[in-house]
Nanobody, 122 residues
């Protein structure tokens, strides 16, 4: 089992920044890929970014490239999502997820956090 707990959401003005955290615990994480997804009201959950627990390979959706950066701190078992130049369309519940597979599909995730709300005002 892997437990994931998100934090760091809140209300921010357009153009501002937030950093989300995903604290991971449970079984050995070295074989996992950690993801960020988001779900806006009335929309499907969509892939945002991912990072392998080992190595430095990351991948992000085109909609956030150049604005969002995913990183991890293995000592703290925490994955971060630094979000800069936020836009109103970034408003969503952001979820941390874990999977043994490299994917962009929410159906392939093994574990989910409960989410943290990000609201970007115009």
């Amino acid at each position: 089992q892997v437990q994931l707990v998100e934090s760091g959401g809140g209300l921010v003005q357009a153009g501002g920044s937030l950093r989300l955290s995903c604290a991971a615990s449970g079984q050995t994480l070295s074989s996992y890929v950690i993801y960020w997804f988001r779900q806006a009201p009335g929309k499907e959950r969509e892939f945002v970014s991912r990072i392998k627990w080992t190595g430095s390979i990351t991948y992000s959706a085109d909609s956030v490239k150049g604005r969002f950066t995913i990183s991890r701190d293995n000592a703290k078992s925490t994955v971060y999502l630094q979000m800069n130049s936020l836009k109103p369309e970034d408003t969503a519940v952001y979820y941390c997820a874990g999977s043994r597979y490299v994917s962009t599909e929410s159906l392939n995730m093994d574990y989910w956090g409960k989410g943290t709300l990000v609201t970007v005002s115009s």
